[in-house]
């Protein structure tokens, strides 16, 4: 029984020092793993700028790049302890997902995928009518006042063919 005992207090014993092993000394490791970039708004009209932000682990002191066929190629600088950068999609960038690759001066790298929209928009809408939509704001009042006068000639006709009548019927 007491060869028993010796080896689970063995056991134990390893166990408890490969669990420490394991909690003391991957957690560091884990923690200055921290490379990543991002891109603000990652969903995105053509012709519009887009923030981005990185971080390089422990080397957001120095410059790195990000690269993209959305929109070439940006320097990122240090910026409040992360790399910070902005760029503008060009006008005419087809519509679709472009992956947006970093590259640290460490030689860390990190990714991320930005989707380009790319909807026509009107300059300016017909100018259709007197209302809201009309770019002439004269051309509104210049038709009411024309239409008015159409009424009172037509009315002013009619009253003065109307008296007509009655003289040519009474003669």
């Known amino acids: 029984m007491r060869g028993l005992i010796g080896h689970h207090r063995a056991f134990s014993a390893v166990l408890a020092m490969v669990v420490a092993f394991v909690l003391i000394g991957a957690t560091p490791a884990r923690a200055g793993e921290n490379t990543f970039v991002e891109v603000t708004p990652n969903t995105a009209q053509a012709g519009t700028r887009v923030n981005i932000r990185a971080s390089c682990d422990k080397t957001n002191n120095q410059q790195a790049?990000?690269?993209?066929?959305?929109?070439?190629?940006?320097?990122?600088?240090?910026?409040?302890?992360?790399?910070?950068?902005?760029?503008?999609?060009?006008?005419?960038?087809?519509?679709?997902?472009?992956?947006?690759?970093?590259?640290?001066?460490?030689?860390?790298?990190?990714?991320?995928?930005?989707?380009?929209?790319?909807?026509?928009?009107?300059?300016?809408?017909?100018?259709?009518?007197?209302?809201?939509?009309?770019?002439?704001?004269?051309?509104?009042?210049?038709?009411?006042?024309?239409?008015?006068?159409?009424?009172?000639?037509?009315?002013?006709?009619?009253?003065?063919g109307g008296g007509r009548r009655r003289a040519g019927n009474g003669s």
């Open 65 to 160: 790049t990000v690269q993209s066929d959305a929109f070439g190629r940006v320097v990122l600088r240090p910026e409040n302890g992360f790399l910070a950068g902005a760029v503008t999609i060009p006008n005419g960038k087809e519509a679709g997902e472009y992956p947006v690759d970093l590259r640290c001066a460490n030689g860390n790298t990190a990714s991320t995928v930005l989707t380009v929209l790319n909807m026509t928009q009107p300059t300016k809408g017909p100018a259709t009518g007197g209302g809201g939509t009309a770019d002439d704001r004269g051309a509104g009042s210049l038709l009411l006042v024309g239409g008015l006068v159409a009424v009172a000639v037509v009315a002013g006709l009619g009253m003065f």
